[in-house]
């Protein structure tokens, strides 16, 4: 079993930053595929940033302004977020999963979810 504890999440004004953490329970954490979601109200969750090994894969709208990190040693993944635009506002969401599906954007290949912190950015 993964515990995921997100933090970080706040008010931001547009062009601003914040990082998101995401600190994991388990002893397994790097064999781990990390993946960062949002929801926004109304909409659907949607792919945000996934990091599997040394590899890093991110949605098209935050590419370049997000980045995603792990520490393995302290068991915790990271989202750096800069730039950010009102419509980033949304629950992100930090997932795991033990298995190597090919789709790391797929919601439904992550049996780990943490609770969700709120990232609200006014313009």
């Known amino acids: 079993q993964v515990q995921l504890v997100e933090s970080g999440g706040g008010l931001v004004q547009a062009g601003g930053s914040l990082r998101l953490s995401c600190a994991a329970s388990?002893?397994?954490?790097?064999?781990?595929?990390m993946g960062w979601f949002r929801q926004a109200p109304g909409k659907e969750r949607e792919f945000v940033a996934a990091?599997?090994?040394?590899?890093?894969y991110y949605a098209d709208s935050v590419k370049g302004r997000f980045t995603i990190s792990r520490d393995n040693a302290k068991n915790t993944v990271y989202l750096q977020m800069n730039t950010l635009k009102p419509e980033d506002t949304a629950v992100y969401y930090c997932?795991?999963?033990?298995?190597?599906?090919?789709?790391?954007?797929?919601?439904?290949?992550?049996?780990?979810w943490g609770q969700g912190t709120q990232v609200t950015v006014s313009s």
């Open positions: 997932a795991a999963t033990g298995f190597d599906y090919p789709n790391y954007a797929l919601g439904e290949n992550y049996g780990y």
């Open positions: 388990g002893r397994t954490f790097s064999r781990y595929t």
């Open positions: 990091i599997r090994y040394g590899s890093t």
